[in-house]
DNA sequence: GCCCGCATCATCCCTTTGGTGGATACCGGC
DNA sequence: GCCGGTATCCACCAAAGGGATGATGCGGGC
């Protein structure tokens, strides 16, 4: 079933040209990019200049003290924040986020910048700065202002088309419902059913519903040889012909 | 996660040539290039004019009573056999896996290549014909086994260090031992506890231990984030620079 | 010799997943 | 109006997976 691999290699190239890019703009110590909300179901995250498994960290710990954490800005238009302007200088060095995350990794300076579909946050890029390159200044969150419509339009011109035709691959294949593809993508992405009727609204027995159907279309017997067996069909465009 | 994607795409590329090379040198109504064996991880099937349920039909049902399955060849150094040097006409005709399997499907003959690693067999490379198509000649056998050495090379030429190079990726990256990597690719390929440890010849307790380390050092809690963690990783070579 | 990492297996316990058989509701076509 | 497909949900059960802990043996370094 593996492995496949897809020609392209979106989004994970998408998300490294855009840090090549703003790293190449303005000094950073570090820099990620994520994929997060409910549109991007393939989800991922590329990191620069930062081990792995901080992001395992931040996700588990510290992702809820993060004082420029997403959520904070659901409904609002924001594009670009910046940790300075929300905190003073006191505040921040006192917070626990700071001192348990950010000092540790020799991180004072943030700023990230926001992806939005429809009022949700579906990815942030995030940019982090030592001490010593000194604090994001106006100037430079202008730059970043004046970036982010750009990598916004090639996030959605390039990525959302990508999604529609992986749907549209696996759906004539096996002959997948809408529903089901929703499904489906989340099981590739590493979503437990849980996790998948949180993010679908659905409960659990429809998720199960819906699998089982996928299984029985795609002609497995679990969620892992499910996503092995999908990665595959992605893969090898004519495998029928 | 997802999803990756790699770049080259390998194994199916190296599939769909070689499918592609020998349904030009010959008449082929249908044909199928399968990695099956320990060594092949990364386990698929590319099929030409098969619809796909197919192979899961021959999987379950059908498998065990091909003639030519490769099972019966393993301690042999055979690279090339033919249906109709195995079974008279009146035995194929009368034969099970010919009226339930090959007949609905309008195929009579069947040639099929083997790919092996110190005896295992790792790949299958099936070719069948309607009748209309009359039998394979002993001309083109012999061509077919003039033409096995060369995708013998190819295969173990580019696929083995393909596996080696992603193997040290992901060992690299999240610090894990060979054992644990044997049981990451299995994940990869959508195997249960239960299958890896028929196929390393381990307890269902073994797996399970080394899947714990597993998703303690890539920071997973499930086989499914596991896999569509590591098919991100694959796919970003250079997520940490 | 001792310790540590690796690999192997086991036991318990709990959660998740998979499988079956329903039920309700909406919608569209014949 | 009925029927089939889709989507939603439920209950129940069995199987598999996940987590903790501990035990054994083996090999290599200090």
Redesign the pocket.
Known sequence: MLHHSISENFPNHFQRESLDLVGNLLPLSSSGFYLVGPDMRHRGVVLRNLPAQVEQEYTRHYRELDPLRPALFERTDTRVVCMDERLTEAELLASEYYQQFMLPLNHRHVADMFFRSDDDIIAVLTMLRAASLGPFTPAELALLRTLQPFLDFTLSSVYLPRRRRERATLGQRH??????L?VAEL?LAG???????LE??????????????V??KVGV??????SARLLGDLGSRNTER
Chains 1, 2 share one sequence.
């Not at 979503?191 to 009727?197: C, L, P, V």
């Not at 017997?221 to 499910?226: F, G």
């Open positions: 002959d997948l419902t809408d529903r089901e929703d099981i979503a437990s059913n849980k996790a998948i009727a679908l609204g659905l409960s659990v027995a429809t998720v199960k519903t819906h699998l089982q159907h299984f029985r017997a679990s969620r892992t040889a499910l």
